[in-house]
């Protein structure tokens, strides 16, 4: 079988391709400093010449900002996106690091090989599994496997502020059957993982102001109101004693879990009470009828991030302030509307409000939830192939947070995406002595040669 | 009759009587200024030189602050003692006084003379309408009106600092059978009011914590509690929907209003609307079956002071803090026992604390409720001596916050106060252009001088 041949490749020039990666990481792309502003264009045309030499049309594109690397090569079969980074986090404190963040070095510890540099993981080492999985399949078939752009960005750990003109100045060029976004990791370490379910965010800021100045509570207490009071009253009313969100329309959009997507999870038999124990935590505080890895998968949250009001300083007053503030944030899931729920929250907090009390608004950012569309059949190759290099069931998971390129790639393109990648919990992305383990990389392009198989 | 004797004899030096408040209004006693400290001295002095005038045995008493006047005088009938205080308040910002705080000025308004300076009102305009009813009283009768001691002292305008030990190292020889306090005011400007329920004060500070370190709300939103969630909705529940506050055994000691009080305070016919109205508001907070002059005299309040929690800078940070804090006071009134409440308060609080959470405690001041003995019978004959002169019914009256030295008479002494005085609310006490009506002071010199015939 000639995928059986790539694989052999692949692991036969495994060296040849950390060595690849090492010159890559020895390359200080960080793209939030102006200093380094050369480097990363230095990364950009690593990376042109590289796809070069794989036979792509390949080229740094200039931005206001750092370039992004657009490739273009292959013919036949589907037409798939690759997405990746080649800019990297700030590296301070320095001195936390046991070498120099840009100096990588194959290291040995208890768990195995390491690959130990800023970016190793996030994500040079990623990116590099695409274009080492095509290398080999290039070697042994004399082609590329399929028609191919791969979009290697330098502005993710910045904001990229670039991306969305990009996107839409490039729309033809760049639109794709699917993206593959290589950006994240394995499942609790071990089981590979594609991430289907992305929550969006609702941020909202409120002011409630009662009297026209701050009062004593001598003069005033208990004939006053008081805004703490009907800040605290209002807030805590957002969940209900079984910790279900009671803003009217609040679950609208929100559908259950299908049961072959909970089946997965629950044979991914999370450790709750280590996700918990980590960080003090025994008891989910979320609603009742939920497990904790839905509570932050596949559940909208509302959670106040903020609140500050009266005298907060040293000592005590006695003062009933005239305003109280909190800023609010609601996780969002399915097909919830986020400026449907900034009304529904508003028109309900503004419902409450008891005479003589004015609320004033300030909205904060919002993003819908990413939901997968997994009845694309990239998806089931993909489980298939991960299933088959790491010899234990890729699972449909979720993302608590937000990875916006899906959603990007959604909106300004309308093309489908897909999050697999290979880091582990501990690879100390974005902190210190940062690090890939050799495993993660290697299986990572075995995976890829894999997927390719099936999809080509 | 002699009482017409005395008042005519006010009525005839009212000039003199201004000149020497004149005198003791151009020194500058402000007793929280170091700079000021000779000048709170001569203050003493010039008080004591004026009581040895009337006959009084008087000296200005060492502190580790500033002197406490003390004199004794008279024989017979009841033992009076009366309380003062000759500092003042600093005059910061300087720019807004019409003219030199300490040169004090006979002026004209709208609604008559006023004294205007510094400490006009506050309280050393107030102290001398005794002094001036003791003098036209000894100019008359040739002797004082029965036994007194007088107790002026140097420093109730930053903090009393040396009263208690002072109180308590000096106890025989102060404690009277009653205590006339005058650093009060009238009702509304009209009405003569003797004050009878001073509230009390208990404070607490209290943070509550839940996992060890901040989370991202992408990561844990939903699965992990968040403090600040958990203080608002122990705090929410501190009133209930009519609010009364809900803390096991929090009424007990609180005592309806004496029909006779009630009916007093009727009476006085309070401007609801523009006590509220003067700070923007229309409905009373409070307990609904209350009204608001009951609310901030009678009645018992739980309020919030101060809470923070999270991220209360700009923009946004969806973190979900490991803690969130509050400061909550509570006013007391009756015999509710302050340090009882602390309990009842800490375990309803703890009571409440969902798994993972524990809560850190900080104690604040506490002081209980002023309840003046009524039924001293000198309380009737004030009012009937206040009715007397101001041509309208006294009023037992509450005030919200605290004035300490009644309770400090009553813990250290064993004595019951009175509070009574003449100020009216535009007074500017502790502002700029401070003033005390000259009808206040006349009619006050001749309210202590019906009273003090009615006493003797």
């Not at 400093?33 to 010449?49: I, N, Q, S, Y």
């Not at 009071?229 to 329309?249: E, F, K, N, Y």
């Not at 929100?254 to 709750?272: C, G, K, N, T, Y």
Request: net charge negative.
């Amino acid at each position: 079988m000639t995928l059986d041949t790539v694989l052999a490749r692949i692991d036969d020039q495994l060296p040849q391709a950390l060595d690849r990666l090492m010159d890559l990481l020895r390359i200080p792309s960080i793209s939030t400093d102006p200093a380094f502003k050369p480097d990363c264009a230095r990364a950009a045309d690593w990376l042109v010449a590289d796809l070069q030499s794989l036979g792509f049309d390949a080229s740094a594109r200039p931005t206001p900002g750092h370039p992004m690397v657009v490739a273009h090569g292959g013919t036949g079969g589907p037409h798939l996106l690759f997405y990746g980074h080649y800019d990297v986090q700030p590296v301070d404190p320095l001195s936390l690091w046991d070498r120099d963040p840009f100096d990588p070095e194959l290291q040995d510890s208890p768990k195995g090989k390491v690959i130990r540099a800023r970016g190793a993981s996030d994500d040079k080492g990623q990116l590099m599994t695409f274009l080492e999985a095509l290398r080999a399949w290039k070697a042994v078939h004399g082609a590329l496997p399929c028609r191919l752009t791969i979009f290697l960005e330098g502005e993710e750990e910045s904001g990229s502020p670039s991306l969305i003109p990009f996107l839409k100045g490039n729309a033809d060029e760049l639109k794709a059957e699917i993206a593959l976004i290589c950006d994240t990791g394995l499942f609790q370490d071990t089981a590979p993982a594609i991430v289907t379910m992305l929550r969006g965010l609702l941020g909202e800021e409120l002011t409630l102001r009662a009297a026209t100045k701050d009062l004593h509570s001598g003069m005033y207490g208990g004939a006053a109101q008081n805004p703490i009071r009907v800040l605290s009253r209002i807030l805590a009313g957002m969940h209900d004693a079984t910790g279900r969100i009671t803003i009217p329309q609040f679950y609208d959009g929100v559908s259950e879990l299908p049961d072959a997507i909970r089946s997965q999870w629950q044979a991914l038999a999370f450790d709750h009470a280590r996700f918990l124990g980590d960080v003090g935590l025994s008891v989910p505080a979320g609603e009742q009828d939920r497990t904790p890895l839905e509570m932050i998968w596949s559940r909208p949250t509302a959670e106040i991030n903020g609140i500050w009001g009266g005298y907060t300083g040293d000592g005590f007053k006695t003062v009933l302030p005239a305003e109280a503030h909190a800023k609010v944030s609601f996780r969002l899931v399915g097909d919830q509307d986020p400026e449907a729920l900034r009304r529904h929250f508003r028109a309900w907090v503004e419902a409450q409000l008891p005479a003589d009390c004015s609320v004033e608004w300030k909205a904060h950012g919002n993003s819908p939830a990413g939901v997968m569309a997994i009845d694309n059949p990239a998806f089931e190759a993909a489980r298939a192939a991960l299933g088959e290099e790491w010899g234990r069931a890729a699972a449909y998971v979720g993302c608590g947070g937000s990875i916006p390129i899906a959603g990007y790639f959604k909106t300004y393109l309308g093309m489908d995406a897909m999050l697999l990648g290979f880091g582990r919990d501990d690879d100390q992305i974005h902190s210190p002595n940062e690090k890939y383990d050799l495993e993660c990389f290697h299986k990572g392009i075995r995976s890829w040669a894999r997927l390719l198989a099936k999809l080509a």
